[in-house]
Every structure is written in structure tokens, then in C-alpha cells.
């Protein structure tokens, strides 16, 4: 991270933004953890690959409340900071619409969404695609990494070939995992096998 880079982010106040995706803590997703974490990973990626701009940080903290929490109050983010109004509409960008089909709601976020919405969507998708090797329902790590590639790849060569080259790694090791004799039972063995403290 270069020194402007840090400064920048030193600036931006995200506190209010990580108390309020606690609501999103006990909302276990298929993959193991919770939602909240996977907020946070998402926020983790795109500082990762340089993107700093606060109002994305901060919807990446939330990008799931409007989706995942069905009586959140919208006004609570829209009235957060300053930014509020700007970080609820980039929000909305990458909210599935109820009753959306997941593959139209992919194609509305590619073919209209602004380019902050592509990087967040891509970015999320590489939280997504890491923790699918937690995943034990193999014909659904299938199904979500052909997702990956006919739907996110495209969007994530729009914007960074960095973003690329890691979910091209991504959709070729869930494809490997996939054809290893015995799938994600053996992640399943060693959890089992596990002496947690």
C-alpha cells in the first residue's frame, strides 16, 4: 500500500459501518461463519487490490444487510455519515431484487451497474469463491463455479485483470477439488476428526 494510499484510508471512518453489519452476526452462511465476517472479508479484498475509495469500503462492510436482514430500515445507512446516501445506492447496486433470477440479477449488475458496483460484485464473488472449499453439497460448489464463469469472469475482465487472474485460480481449484475422488467429504473427515479446544 503506498503511503497515499494509507493516508487516504486513515481518513475514512468506517466504525459506524462495521457496528451496523452486525446485525448480520448469527446469519450462518453454507460455507461455515457468518455473514458479518464475510462483510469484512469482501472490505479485506478490495483493499487488497488497492481500491480505497470510501464509499465502496463502506458498502462492502453492508453490501448484504438490505438482502439479508428483511425489516433492516434503509434510512439507518442512508443517515449513517455524510456518505450515507452514496454508499445505500451503491448497496441497492448489488442487491438481488426479491423474486430476481439470480442470472438475471448478474446480468443487470454487469450491463448497468456502475463500475463501483462491478468491483464490489467481483470482489464479493472472491469471498464467495474462497469459502466454497468448506462447502460439502458438491453439485452446489458446481453450479456456483460455472456461475463464476459465465457470469462474474466477464464483469471482473471489465474492471482489473488482477481480480481475473485470482478467480480464474479460484474456478479452476473448486474445479479440482470437484474432481478428487471422494469431493468435499475429506474437509468434512477432518473437521470431524478435529480436537477443538
Given at each position: 500500500?503506498?503511503?497515499?494510499?494509507?493516508?487516504?484510508?486513515?481518513?475514512?471512518?468506517?466504525?459506524?459501518?462495521?457496528?451496523?453489519?452486525?446485525?448480520?452476526i448469527g446469519k450462518s452462511r453454507e460455507s461455515g461463519g457468518n455473514m458479518f465476517r464475510h462483510q469484512l472479508d469482501t472490505m479485506a479484498?478490495?483493499?487488497?487490490?488497492?481500491?480505497?475509495?470510501?464509499?465502496?469500503?463502506?458498502?462492502?462492510?453492508?453490501?448484504?444487510?438490505?438482502?439479508d436482514v428483511p425489516d433492516f430500515n434503509h434510512n439507518t445507512l442512508m443517515n449513517l455519515d455524510y456518505e450515507g446516501h452514496e454508499v445505500y445506492s451503491l448497496v441497492r447496486e448489488v442487491t438481488r431484487i426479491p423474486?430476481?433470477?439470480k442470472s438475471v440479477y448478474l446480468t443487470r449488475v454487469h450491463t448497468t451497474g456502475s463500475h463501483n458496483a462491478k468491483?464490489?460484485?467481483?470482489?464479493?464473488?472472491?469471498s464467495n469463491m474462497i469459502s466454497l472449499g468448506f462447502v460439502n453439497d458438491m453439485d452446489f460448489v458446481k453450479?456456483?463455479?460455472?456461475?463464476?464463469e459465465n457470469y462474474i469472469l466477464p464483469i471482473a475482465r471489465e474492471i482489473d485483470k488482477h481480480m481475473v487472474t485470482e478467480?480464474?485460480?479460484?474456478?479452476?481449484?473448486?474445479?479440482?477439488?470437484?474432481?478428487?475422488?471422494?469431493g468435499g467429504g475429506k474437509i468434512?473427515?477432518?473437521?470431524?476428526?478435529?480436537?477443538?479446544?
Open positions: 500500500m503506498t503511503t497515499e494510499e494509507m493516508e487516504h484510508l486513515k481518513g475514512t471512518l468506517l466504525a459506524p459501518y462495521i457496528q451496523l453489519s452486525t446485525v448480520l479484498i478490495l483493499i487488497d487490490y488497492h481500491y480505497i475509495n470510501s464509499v465502496l469500503l463502506k458498502a462492502a462492510i453492508v453490501h448484504d444487510v438490505l438482502e423474486g430476481e433470477e468491483i464490489l460484485k467481483v470482489a464479493d464473488r472472491i453450479r456456483y463455479t460455472d456461475e463464476t478467480l480464474l485460480y479460484l474456478i479452476d481449484s473448486r474445479r479440482n477439488f470437484l474432481d478428487q475422488p471422494g468434512k473427515e477432518l473437521v470431524d476428526s478435529t480436537n477443538f479446544l
